[in-house]
């Protein structure tokens, strides 16, 4: 049975308006936030600073050693039956104060603590006095004294790895920036001294003092110790301070054997000419010599700049 031709518009008419509504496109209200140029972007949280700020110093001033050291000397020789003799010498070594130069860097955390690294270097000067006396136990030969200067240096370069902590003294109203810091050090340390030694001998009955050579040879050594230390900073402006501070550097002492030269020498009353002061007579006079004994320990006084990041 045909259908009828307003039934057939009706289903047609039907067709196209849903065929119309699914091909429109979606209508919003208001603007598309997405497509505001102008809108801010929320970038997260920012990442955590390891550091808060940063401080290098540059410093200067004094270096005070602390090395005081007495050598001693002692020996007798001669026959059982003949003259005999005894030679004595009285070293005292002596650093002297001498320029410093340092730089560190501190980091302080976000909990305010400070973590400061740095260097020193200090190259003292080594005073040696002797102090020589030889007598005869017979009295065949005249007693003899004799004083030498010698001389050397000490050198020291610490590097350190701090705790560092600020904290503010009131001063006349006002508050002035302090500072204290503690910790491990490992010293590159290095002596050489040289002086003038007596020693005696007795030869076919004959008597007589001679002036030999000694010295410490240039040696260098590494060490373990520690330093601790204080001071103040004198602010210019946010970025720029005036620092001043004193440090004192413990190292432990160390001990260096005398070395004798061997050679042709004469005597000083010319008894005895051209001995040859062989090795082994070298090595009996330093048996009875004690140890040169050199603190590396040393005080420091300085200034610099300051630069905070």
Same mark, same amino acid.
């Given at each position: !049975?045909?259908?009828?031709?307003?039934?057939?518009?009706?289903?047609?008419?039907?067709?196209? $308006?849903?065929?119309?509504?699914?091909?429109? =496109?979606?209508?919003?209200?208001?603007?598309? =936030?997405?497509?505001?140029?102008?809108?801010?972007? *929320?970038?997260? =949280?920012?990442?955590?600073?390891? +550091?808060?700020?940063?401080? @290098?110093?540059?410093?200067?001033?004094?270096?005070?050693?602390?090395?005081?050291?007495?050598?001693?000397?002692?020996?007798?020789?001669?026959?059982?039956?003949?003259?005999?003799?005894?030679?004595?010498?009285?070293?005292?070594?002596?650093?002297?104060?001498?320029?410093?130069?340092?730089?560190?860097?501190?980091?302080? &955390?976000? #909990?305010?603590?400070?973590?400061?690294?740095?260097?020193?270097?200090?190259?003292?000067? /080594?005073?040696?006095?002797?102090?020589?006396?030889?007598?005869?136990?017979?009295?065949?030969?005249?007693?003899?004294?004799?004083?030498?200067?010698?001389?050397?240096? /000490?050198?020291?370069?610490?590097?350190?790895?701090?705790?560092?902590?600020?904290?503010?003294?009131?001063?006349?109203?006002?508050?002035?920036?302090?500072?204290?810091?503690?910790?491990?050090?490992?010293?590159?340390? #290095?002596?050489?001294?040289?002086?003038?030694?007596?020693?005696?001998?007795?030869?076919? *009955?004959?008597? *007589?003092?001679? &002036?030999?050579?000694?010295?410490?040879?240039?040696?260098? +050594?590494?060490?373990?110790?520690?330093?601790?230390?204080?001071?103040?900073?004198?602010?210019? #402006?946010?970025?720029? $301070?005036?620092?001043?501070?004193?440090?004192?550097?413990?190292?432990?002492?160390?001990?260096? $054997? +005398?070395? +004798?030269? =061997?050679?042709?020498?004469?005597?000083?009353?010319?008894?005895?000419?051209?001995?040859?002061?062989?090795?082994?007579?070298?090595?009996?006079?330093?048996?009875? !010599?004690?140890?040169?004994?050199?603190?590396?320990?040393?005080?420091?006084?300085?200034?610099?700049?300051?630069? @905070?990041?």
């Amino acid at each position: !049975m045909r259908k009828s031709r307003p039934a057939y518009f009706i289903c047609a008419a039907l067709a196209l $308006a849903l065929l119309a509504t699914a091909s429109a =496109p979606a209508q919003t209200r208001g603007p598309d =936030p997405t497509r505001d140029p102008k809108r801010k972007v *929320d970038p997260g =949280p920012a990442p955590r600073k390891l +550091w808060e700020r940063v401080e @290098i110093s540059l410093t200067g001033g004094l270096g005070l050693p602390l090395t005081r050291w007495t050598t001693l000397h002692f020996a007798e020789s001669g026959p059982a039956s003949g003259p005999r003799i005894t030679a004595e010498n009285k070293i005292k070594t002596t650093s002297a104060v001498d320029l410093f130069v340092g730089a560190s860097a501190t980091f302080f &955390l976000p #909990s305010g603590a400070g973590i400061q690294a740095g260097f020193g270097y200090l190259k003292a000067g /080594l005073k040696s006095a002797d102090r020589f006396e030889f007598r005869s136990v017979a009295g065949t030969a005249p007693a003899y004294t004799a004083d030498a200067l010698g001389g050397g240096e /000490l050198t020291s370069v610490p590097i350190f790895l701090c705790l560092h902590s600020k904290f503010q003294i009131p001063l006349g109203g006002r508050k002035i920036q302090a500072f204290t810091s503690i910790g491990p050090v490992i010293f590159l340390n #290095s002596v050489l001294t040289e002086t003038t030694a007596g020693a005696g001998t007795v030869v076919a *009955d004959r008597a *007589d003092a001679f &002036l030999i050579p000694a010295a410490v040879a240039d040696t260098t +050594w590494t060490a373990f110790g520690a330093t601790a230390g204080g001071g103040v900073d004198l602010r210019f #402006s946010t970025f720029l $301070a005036i620092t001043l501070e004193a440090r004192y550097y413990y190292a432990p002492r160390k001990n260096f $054997a +005398w070395t +004798w030269t =061997p050679g042709i020498y004469d005597g000083v009353f010319r008894a005895i000419t051209g001995l040859n002061f062989t090795r082994a007579l070298a090595a009996e006079n330093e048996r009875n !010599m004690t140890p040169l004994t050199v603190d590396p320990s040393f005080v420091q006084f300085a200034g610099g700049i300051k630069f @905070i990041f």
